[in-house]
């Protein structure tokens, strides 16, 4: 007879544990080798222009008429006051951290709260652009067309619906395989992009890649960057009004992508100004995800009397924050960086380029998403850092005549808050972002 084998129970043990830490590397590296495959960038392109209109801007509207042009980052119709965003992070200011309870914040969500919210968030966002008026140009940013994280809404569609009587495009800046990341709510598989919006015909429009991380994960999480530009005729005249649409880099703490991307912006803005040897005109609006006033020293002093940092988080402990310097008085000087508190060589970011920077200072156009839009510890101060980084850098042959954060209230975004709530009047009823209007001239 054969002997029954001894039952070993250390070696069935550790048989399974290697059996199923094969089938979890297995697993994982199908799951990169997926990701990785489906990665690819989309490069320069030429966009297509739907419904582009045939009313050209006349040499006679010159150094005359008004144009009005909006920027708005619609957060692909997340981001309502109650929304948290998974990837931020915060700390309370020393002084309200007992008042608070804790220091740290971290968002919680990656999908927009229900499809019906989403809905709700992007109809509302349009419809306060559309209650401006009779606008020229229109841009926005975070507009998803098919994405998990917003409920595969065509988001874009909804946008042409709002704006018929306009020429439209859109340039894709972020498209994924599924993202299995964060784990108790996976971003899944996106499609989003800028668009545009034109009140009068557009020559051509192409989409410009920005650099972004080389990092081998940091590149699935970061947006596929780009930048936009429509070339507008003015008829009767040489030149040219070129729009920028541009969505910059976040979450890099050096700065050291957002410079690149800084570069490669002024370099396509230079050649847009001389093309042709004309003195054209450009426009360049959008999320530059730079503090557009901080180191402006005509506005600044009202920027920080009026929005920055005068909340209970510390925007410049984040790792989203950064500045556009801004002072051509210290290029060249050694300076205080505003973030890291340290000296360091100053170089004016704009040096011979003759453009102005158009933040505003009336409201911040947006707002720590570590945590919901809130006065926790009601004591009359909103906890959310706001900052302005949308807005516009315009060429020194545009006159800016007007330029504002639109809030919420009667005429804006729909605000429900009584009037004793501190959060009252400030927007971010349908994003972490405001939008933001500017009114400019052509001079002659």
């Avoid at 309370?92 to 927009?112: L, P, V, W």
């Avoid at 994960?217 to 008829?235: A, M, V, Y």
Wanted: some cysteine.
């Amino acid at each position: 007879m054969s002997k029954k084998k001894k039952f070993r129970p250390l070696r069935f043990i550790l048989g399974t544990i290697f059996i199923l830490l094969g089938v979890v590397v297995l697993v994982l590296g199908s799951y990169v080798g997926y990701i990785s495959l489906t990665y690819y960038r989309i490069g320069d392109i030429h966009l297509q222009v739907l419904n582009n209109q045939t009313t050209k801007i006349a040499a006679g509207d010159i150094g005359i008429k008004e144009f009005k042009i909006t920027t708005y980052n619609v957060g692909f119709g997340a981001y309502d006051r109650d929304y948290s965003f998974f990837m931020d992070v915060s700390e309370f200011k020393q002084e309200y951290i007992e008042s608070q309870g804790n220091k740290d914040n971290t968002g919680d969500r990656a999908h927009g709260a229900s499809k019906a919210q989403v809905i709700t968030n992007i109809t509302g966002a349009y419809d306060t652009i559309v209650n401006l008026g009779d606008l020229d140009f229109m841009l926005y940013q975070e507009v998803d067309t098919k994405s998990t994280r917003s409920y595969k809404i065509d988001q874009y569609s909804i946008g042409n619906e709002k704006h018929v009587d306009y020429g439209k495009f859109i340039g894709l800046n972020y498209h994924s395989a599924y993202l299995a990341y964060p784990f108790h709510e996976p971003i899944g598989q996106s499609n989003s992009g800028i668009t545009t919006y034109s009140k009068y015909k557009i020559d051509s429009a192409e989409r410009r890649e920005f650099k972004i991380t080389d990092s081998f994960f940091g590149k699935f999480f970061d947006l596929d960057r780009c930048f936009t530009i429509s070339e507008i005729p003015i008829d009767g005249s040489a030149k040219k009004l070129y729009i920028f649409n541009v969505h910059m880099s976040a979450y890099d703490a050096a700065g050291i992508i957002r410079k690149v991307q800084l570069e490669q912006l002024k370099a396509a803005i230079t050649v847009a100004r001389d093309y042709d040897g004309n003195n054209n005109y450009v426009v360049v609006g959008g999320d530059f995800n730079h503090d557009l006033v901080i180191d402006n020293p005509l506005v600044n002093d009202a920027y920080k009397d009026n929005i920055f940092n005068k909340q209970e988080t510390a925007i410049l402990t984040t790792d989203w924050y950064n500045y556009l310097r801004l002072d051509p008085s210290k290029h060249g000087t050694r300076a205080v960086n505003l973030i890291s508190g340290m000296e360091e060589d100053y170089v004016y970011d704009f040096k011979d380029m003759h453009l102005t920077s158009h933040g505003p200072v009336n409201i911040g156009t947006c707002r720590d998403a570590s945590i919901p839009f809130v006065d926790k510890n009601n004591n009359g101060i909103v906890d959310n850092a706001m900052v302005s980084i949308d807005g516009f850098l315009v060429s020194d042959n545009i006159s800016v005549t007007e330029i504002k954060t639109i809030g919420s209230g009667a005429g804006l975004q729909t605000e429900t808050l009584p009037a004793s709530d501190p959060r009252y009047g400030l927007g971010f009823v349908y994003s972490d972002h405001n939008p933001v209007f500017m009114s400019f001239k052509l001079l002659v």
